[in-house]
Structures are given as C-alpha cells and as structure tokens.
C-alpha cells in the first residue's frame, strides 16, 4: 500500500492537499494481470517504451482506480466498492495522479511498484532492468 498525497484546485478554486491510499492484493493483480493481453510483463514494455498518452491513458485510469481504496476506521480493511472509484474519479485529484503517471515514467514505475505486492513488486523491477537493458542492446 502507497500513500499518495496530491496537491490539486477543488470546485471552489481552492488549493488542496490530500493523502489517497492505493494498493492490489496477490488476488486483484492476478486478476487484472489475466484481464489485460499480455500481462503485467507486456503493461510494462509498454508504460517504458511508449510516449503515446492516447494508448497509456485507458490502461492507467483502470490501473489506479483498481487500486484506490480507503482504509476503514478500524484498520482491518481496505475498502474498495464502485462508490469509492467513482468518489475518487470525480475529484480533480484524480486527474492530478493520472497525468502525472502518464507524464513521468519513473513515478508510473514506482508508483506500480508501491501498490503491488511486494514481491511481485520486486519480480517485476527485475523484469524491467531486464527489458531496458535488452532494449539498449
């Protein structure tokens, strides 16, 4: 889990900071590894290799709000329902986080990394070095 805190101008024109809390379970990765063509090792290759915001903002905008959840007051949950995603969407914070990860590779990285188990967290870093070393070669 990654907290995020976001700078952004709510619906008043006022300046706000607030923290987002964001992370997938072992069982929300698999299953949005087994929903996406390719896999996390291809949603990578493409995050590291491409520039194009048309192809990369549909897969960040399903890859944040999968992840963003709230804590319940009494820590033992992570709550996640489409009331929260769509609480979290309409917030210009929202829109802050995504074009700030679609903008800025090494925060998508870590930002990916931080809300992923952490070790498959660690598989995949493994796998990028390898891709970006492949791909100087």
């Not at 192809?55 to 820590?75: H, M, N, Q, T, W």
């Amino acid at each position: 889990m990654i907290k995020k805190t976001i700078t952004y101008t709510d619906l008043f024109g006022e300046k706000r900071t607030e923290d987002f809390y964001f992370d997938l379970s072992k069982a929300e990765l698999i299953e949005w590894e087994m929903s996406k063509d390719g896999g996390m090792e291809r949603f990578v290759q493409r995050v590291t290799s491409s520039n194009s915001i048309p192809e990369l903002f549909p897969i960040f905008k399903d890859f944040v709000l999968r992840a963003y959840g709230v804590k319940s007051d009494d820590g033992r949950r992570f709550i996640k329902n489409d009331d929260v995603r769509a609480s979290f969407e309409q917030c210009p914070a929202y829109s802050e986080l995504v074009m700030e990860l679609i903008t800025d590779t090494e925060k998508a990285i870590a930002f990916l990394n931080g809300i992923a188990p952490k070790d498959i967290a660690e598989a995949a870093t493994k796998e990028r070095e390898k891709l970006l070393s492949e791909n100087k070669s």
